[in-house]
Each structure stands twice: as structure tokens, then as C-alpha cells.
């Protein structure tokens, strides 16, 4: 069965603090995906990778940045947390670029307080 | 990039069909995905279709591809409780998926 985890179902962290937030696929995916959901905004697309050590900026990197040091982590990094980034953020992996499947992870409800 | 639109909610009675509206931005887009989110859950795909057909069918869903409006529909007959959760249109944009706001489903006895 294929699976996306990502390490925290719920995280709350303070203002200015730096957040890690961890996704690993197990299924030898080339493509991570970073997603911001927000209701009535739908999914965001914040980061993605293509290949280990690779990254590509989204729609709204501001504010983040990610690490891709092995094909099966995908980690999201909050610099210093702000209030606007209380979020459910989405982890997706896919075998392809676009044209295939994404397998997403069950999502972390992250609150800055 | 440009935005995948869709209405925000959908209320059905169970048994009816339920249908789901997505415009989409990218002419090329090669294809076109419906996803599924429950409560608390990550999204699933629902299904596809490919950019030169017009309708498939699974089952209890049928998609439905325009192509002269970017329009495309999900429908889903005897429509379940089970089927209450937020669906996702989606279409491939500069090769990475772009996702509309979500139509809430809420299906009532």
C-alpha cells in the first residue's frame, strides 16, 4: 500500500519560533509536494521537489523554506512562525511531474500562537 | 498561475445525484483529476480524464470534459452519506498540479 506520512497530525508552536515539519513516501517517488490548505482558498502549492537536493518555489514560498537531502524526506521549514501560517499544511508525492497520480499525506493542523 | 474555480458548497438529499461544477485555466492541460478530501484525512484521488475525451464513467461517477469552456463535472448518482467530504478539481499547470478551492459536499437524510 502506498504511503505518505507526515510526522505530526497536530503541532502548535509559538511566534518566532522555527518549525520543522517532516513527509516521508514510501513508494520511490522523484516528486514531493508542499501544500498550504486554507478554507476557501483551497491547496497552495508552497514548495516542490523534483530530485533529491532539488526544490522549486511555489505559489506562496514566502516565509518557508525545505530540505530534500534523501528521495524519501521532504521536510517544510517555518524560519521564525508567524500567526498567519496557523495552517493545515499537506505533504503530496507523485511519480511524475504533473501527468500522474499525488499521494498525500494525512496533513498537519499546524496553530501559531 | 491562474485559479481553478469551483462553488464552495453543494448540499444534496441522499439518493439524489449529486453534480460538481470546476473551470479550469490551462487549455493544454493533458489531464484533469478530481480528488477527494474526508473529515480529517488527506486527499484521494477520485478519478480522471484524459484531455481528448469527453466523459468517462465509474461506477456511480461520471465526469464530463468541455474543452470549448474549460468546464468540467463530477457527478455522482445515489448520492451517500458516505459521500459527504470536500471534492477537489485539479489540473496540471507548468507541470504541477493546481487545485480549486474544494466544493464542501453535505449530504442529508
Known amino acids: 500500500d502506498v504511503k505518505v506520512t507526515q510526522s505530526s497530525r497536530y503541532l502548535v508552536k509559538r511566534t518566532g519560533e522555527k518549525v520543522f515539519l517532516e513527509c516521508v513516501q514510501d513508494?520511490?517517488?522523484?516528486?514531493m509536494f508542499w501544500y498550504r490548505q486554507d478554507p476557501g482558498l483551497g491547496l497552495r502549492l508552497i514548495y516542490f521537489?523534483?530530485?533529491?537536493?532539488?526544490?522549486e518555489k511555489g505559489d506562496i514560498p514566502e516565509g518557508y523554506s525545505v530540505s530534500r537531502e534523501k528521495k524519501e524526506r521532504f521536510s517544510l521549514i517555518l524560519e521564525s512562525a508567524s500567526t498567519n501560517q496557523t495552517s493545515m499544511y499537506l505533504c503530496?508525492?507523485?511519480?511524475?511531474?504533473?501527468?500522474?497520480?499525488?499521494?498525500f499525506g494525512q496533513g498537519t493542523r499546524l496553530t501559531v500562537v | 498561475g491562474e485559479d481553478v474555480e469551483q462553488s464552495l458548497f453543494l448540499s444534496v438529499r441522499e439518493g439524489d445525484s449529486s453534480v460538481i461544477n470546476c473551470t479550469y485555466t490551462?487549455?493544454?492541460?493533458?489531464?484533469l483529476y478530481w480528488y477527494k478530501q474526508e473529515p480529517g484525512a488527506g486527499l484521494q484521488l477520485l478519478t480522471y480524464?484524459?484531455?481528448?475525451?469527453d466523459m468517462k464513467q465509474d461506477q456511480r461517477l461520471t465526469v464530463l470534459l468541455n474543452k470549448k469552456d474549460k468546464h468540467l463535472s463530477l457527478r455522482i448518482a445515489d448520492t451517500q452519506t458516505g459521500d459527504s467530504a470536500i471534492y477537489f478539481c485539479?489540473?496540471?499547470?507548468?507541470?504541477?498540479?493546481?487545485f480549486g478551492a474544494g466544493t464542501t459536499v453535505t449530504v442529508r437524510a
Open positions: 485539479a489540473e496540471v499547470q507548468d507541470y504541477k498540479l493546481s
Open positions: 513508494m520511490d517517488h522523484e516528486n
Open positions: 503530496a508525492s507523485s511519480l511524475r511531474q504533473g501527468a500522474s497520480e499525488a499521494f
Open positions: 521537489s523534483y530530485d533529491v537536493k532539488m526544490k
Open positions: 490551462d487549455s493544454s492541460s493533458t489531464y
Open positions: 480524464i484524459f484531455s481528448n475525451m
